[in-house]
């Protein structure tokens, strides 16, 4: 499958409004057998900011695709960097409470699995087990030319050793870890190659343009035909990696239930979509089935 680089999605006029009725997603949930499919917008009240949100970083940023990663050095420098950067303050990021409580609804026997779009660990981070990384995760690192995969935390440590007074102010953060600066404070940032080849080393999520392992879209495809019910929680779904899951759901007769504030591509085959911050909407459902959420798991 091939991610497609469809940046923006405009809502037809037809789409059903949003609901705040909390009743059909805990239905489903005490019902069992619930999958998950999460978004960025999961992850927003941890202080990582979404795409197409309000103040979504897609206002101001184009993210990094594969193409241009692989066909030029300077682009690569310009990722790394900024990369690096944002690295610093993505990997501080906590589970917030919408995580906490999908953890919940895990140990409480009531999901099936989770497949989650974003790169930050925050599912695991929670307490959540079985979790599919769809498009991969930023702890990662693997190298283009010989497939060695290391941690990210190695490699971050190597790029502060090439670039020791590499100390710029980003403008802001963006879901894929990716921070902004000028090209002026890009500078001469220095690239490190792979310790195992020499090659390239790219980060292990999947870029806009390139495609998702095949092996891993059949398992969540699997899943998605063993659930009892889909739900979606802060995706817009406007790219197709996601998207194709809940047409799937839909197309087997499966309820499909969505949380998030805006609008989604997958509004017209899901039951309700309820336009509630997750945090409080998740916590609440939690509530009203009788299981503790918790405090804040350490990553």
């Known amino acids: 499958m091939r991610m497609r680089p469809t940046l923006n999605w405009t809502p037809a006029e037809d789409l059903p409004p949003g609901s705040t009725d909390l009743e059909p997603v805990a ?43 692989t066909a030029s050095a300077q682009a690569r420098r310009r990722y790394w960097a900024r990369s690096h950067l944002g690295w610093r303050t993505f990997g501080r990021a906590r589970p ?25 660990g925050l599912h695991q981070a929670a307490g959540s087990e079985d979790v599919v990384e769809l498009h991969g995760s930023l702890a990662r690192v693997v190298c283009l030319s010989c497939g060695a995969l290391s941690p990210r935390r190695e490699l971050a440590r190597r790029l502060a050793e090439a670039n020791a007074d590499f100390e710029p102010v980003a403008a802001g953060i963006n879901p894929d870890g990716d ?30 343009g390139e495609a998702v392992p095949p092996r891993r879209v059949e398992h969540c ?44 591509r997958g509004d017209r ?18 509530g009203r089935l009788g299981i503790p959420v918790g405090g804040q798991a350490s990553a």
């Open 27 to 69: 239905d489903a949930l005490s019902a069992g057998g619930v999958l998950v499919l999460s978004g960025a917008g999961i992850s927003t009240e941890s202080g990582i900011p979404d795409y197409r949100g309000e103040g979504g970083s897609l206002s101001r940023h184009t993210p990094m695709t594969y193409q241009d990663f």
């Open 96 to 120: 917030n409470a919408g995580h906490r409580a999908v953890a919940a609804f895990e140990r409480h026997g009531l999901l099936s699995g989770v497949i989650t779009q974003n790169v930050d």
């Open 179 to 208: 921070a902004d600066l000028t090209d002026e404070q890009v500078g001469d940032f220095r690239v490190v190659p792979c310790t195992v080849c020499g090659g390239v080393l790219k980060p292990d999520v999947v870029f806009f």
């Open 221 to 264: 495809r699997k899943l998605v035909g063993e659930a009892a019910s889909l739900l979606v929680l802060g995706s817009s779904l406007t790219v197709m990696s996601g998207l194709r899951f809940v047409r799937q759901a839909a197309q087997a007769g499966k309820p499909v239930l969505i949380v998030n504030r805006d609008p989604t």
């Open 269 to 286: 085959h899901a039951l309700t979509r309820v336009a509630l911050p997750l945090g409080t909407a998740l916590t609440t459902v939690a």
